[in-house]
Nanobody
Framework: QVQLVESGGGLVQAGGSLRLSCAAS????????ATWFRQAPGKEREFLVG????????YYADSVKGRFIISKDNAKATVYLQMNSLKPEDTAVYYC??????????????????WGQGTQVTVSS
């Protein structure tokens, strides 16, 4: 079992930055994939970026390339999402997720077994 706890959301003006954190506890493995999704009201959950738990590989959605950066602190078992140049359309609840499945698709929420509680990000214009 793995537990994920997100933090760092809040209200920011357009053009600003935020850093989200996702602290993991429990039995993680180097082959796990940790990912950030977001969900805006009335919309489907959207894949943003993922990282292999060992830190060896990252994968970004085109919509956030160049603005969002994922990183990981192995000692703290924490994954970060640095969000820059934020836009009002980035307003959503942001979730971190983790999968231990050997067969998985980065962008498919159904392939993730562990989810954080979500953190609200609001970008004002």
């Amino acid at each position: 079992q793995v537990q994920l706890v997100e933090s760092g959301g809040g209200l920011v003006q357009a053009g600003g930055s935020l850093r989200l954190s996702c602290a993991a506890s429990g039995r993680t493995r180097n082959s796990d994939a940790a990912t950030w999704f977001r969900q805006a009201p009335g919309k489907e959950r959207e894949f943003l970026v993922g990282i292999i738990w060992s830190g060896s590989n990252t994968y970004y959605a085109d919509s956030v390339k160049g603005r969002f950066i994922i990183s990981k602190d192995n000692a703290k078992a924490t994954v970060y999402l640095q969000m820059n140049s934020l836009k009002p359309e980035d307003t959503a609840v942001y979730y971190c997720a983790l999968t231990q499945r050997s067969t998985r698709a980065w962008s498919s929420p159904d392939d993730y077994d562990y989810w954080g509680q979500g953190t609200q990000v609001t970008v004002s214009s």
